[in-house]
């Protein structure tokens, strides 16, 4: 029903635009007419193309003049331009008789047909060519549309796909560093070592799970600490950990595997390196629209972790896929030794 009132409204601005063109048209050569008899005529002159006006549209979508057969199309289209105007002067014809309470016999009527031809087929032309003109417009801009939504499609799955990479290149990295703490722990401790291997077992079950790009950071900490209980086995009371998460911030979607490799990375350069052990601490903040989380070790510093590794090298490379330009991720030295890890992200709940 709306595009019915669209067009009808477009219709009726037609006719009040060629009405007042030859209102004033007529004060110019000071052969005034009265506006209501103007718009009547006009009315008459418009009214047949309603019926009309569909049939050109369709034939401008059947015959468009782009691609293969749009010489075939131009013709086709001219037959039906001139149809159409032969058809809209019997229609005007018949009309104006109607309107004014008169009816021609047949001889008469088509000779009224026969003298309106010559000065009516040309600016019905004129129309009809309009109205072909803007069902191509048309016809561009829904392609255009068209073209627009696959392009976004594929553009998001690319990213998809992308970010479906980078968390892929996580597994075999933890899985390897992991398994390297294994066989470290079997001479020592092989219960222990056991433990380990069902920790990571079940770690890698959950995170090869979920086919979400991202998951709420509810989710996401009881990943890391699957992964924190395997750590604990290995490193026992050489590792502290404290977790700080306010309730507001746990509905808030990360991520999957964002924090993992930032600890791990905070365990293997912070924590491993120092006989004591060290200790790690996460805190989770939501800040109006943003959700700010930061990793703190008190290990020894940024001098030990001048080369970016996998784990940090792939959550820069994540986040930017997954908030480019709108975000923050930093590493800084902490005071009194260790690092601070700060990001910044848009809160999005579920």
């Given at each position: 029903m709306r595009p019915v009132l669209r067009a009808l409204g477009l219709w009726l601005a037609v006719v009040a635009v060629f009405a007042a063109k030859t209102w004033l048209s007529l004060r110019v050569i000071d052969r005034p007419a009265p506006l209501a008899d103007i718009l009547v005529g006009e009315l008459l002159?418009?009214?047949?193309?309603?019926?009309?006006?569909?049939l050109a549209l369709l034939a401008a979508r059947r015959f468009?003049?782009?691609?293969?057969?749009?010489?075939?199309?131009?013709?086709?289209?001219?037959?039906?331009?001139?149809g159409l105007a032969l058809a809209h002067v019997v229609l005007g014809v018949v009309l104006a008789a109607l309107v004014r309470g008169e009816w021609w016999p047949l001889p008469e009527l088509l000779e009224q047909v026969r003298q309106t031809i010559?000065?009516?087929?040309?600016?019905?032309?004129?129309?009809?060519?309009?109205?072909?003109?803007?069902?191509?417009?048309?016809a561009f801009r829904r392609d255009a549309?068209?073209?627009?939504?696959?392009?976004?499609?594929?553009?998001?799955?690319?990213?998809?796909?992308?970010?479906?990479?980078?968390?892929?290149q996580l597994h075999p990295h933890f899985l390897f560093n992991t398994l390297h703490a294994v066989s470290a722990l079997m001479t020592r401790d092989v219960a222990g070592a056991r433990r380990m291997i069902a920790g990571l077992s079940e770690l890698l079950r959950i995170s090869l799970d979920d086919d979400d790009d991202d998951v709420p950071l509810a989710r996401e900490l009881e990943i890391l600490d699957l992964y924190l209980r395997?750590?604990?086995?290995?490193?026992?009371?050489?590792?502290?950990?404290?977790?700080?998460?306010?309730?507001?911030?746990?509905?808030?979607?990360?991520?999957?595997?964002?924090?993992?490799?930032?600890?791990?990375?905070?365990?293997?350069?912070?924590?491993?390196?120092?006989?004591?052990?060290?200790?790690?601490?996460l805190e989770a903040r939501r800040r109006g629209?943003?959700?700010?989380?930061?990793?703190?070790?008190?290990?020894?510093?940024?001098?030990?972790?001048?080369?970016?590794?996998?784990?940090?090298?792939?959550?820069?490379?994540?986040?930017?896929?997954?908030?480019?330009?709108?975000?923050?991720?930093?590493?800084?030295?902490?005071?009194?030794?260790?690092?601070?890890?700060?990001?910044?992200?848009?809160?999005?709940?579920e």
């Open positions: 002159t418009f009214a047949p193309w309603l019926p009309l006006a569909p468009p003049l782009v691609g293969e057969g749009r010489g075939r199309h131009l013709v086709v289209l001219l037959g039906v331009g001139v010559p000065r009516a087929v040309g600016p019905h032309l004129v129309v009809y060519a309009a109205l072909v003109a803007v069902a191509h417009a048309l549309e068209a073209r627009a939504r696959r392009a976004a499609a594929l553009e998001g799955a690319l990213a998809r796909a992308e970010r479906d990479r980078l968390r892929m395997i750590q604990q086995t290995r490193f026992a009371d050489r590792l502290t950990v404290t977790i700080d998460v306010e309730p507001a911030a746990r509905a808030a979607r990360v991520p999957k595997l964002l924090l993992q490799p930032l600890v791990e990375n905070a365990i293997r350069h912070g924590v491993e390196p120092r006989a004591g052990g060290g200790a790690l601490e629209d943003r959700l700010h989380l930061e990793l703190r070790d008190d290990g020894a510093g940024l001098s030990s972790r001048a080369r970016e590794g996998v784990g940090l090298g792939n959550t820069r490379a994540r986040l930017e896929k997954s908030y480019p330009g709108d975000h923050r991720f930093s590493l800084a030295p902490r005071d009194g030794g260790g690092v601070v890890v700060g990001i910044d992200l848009p809160f999005r709940a």
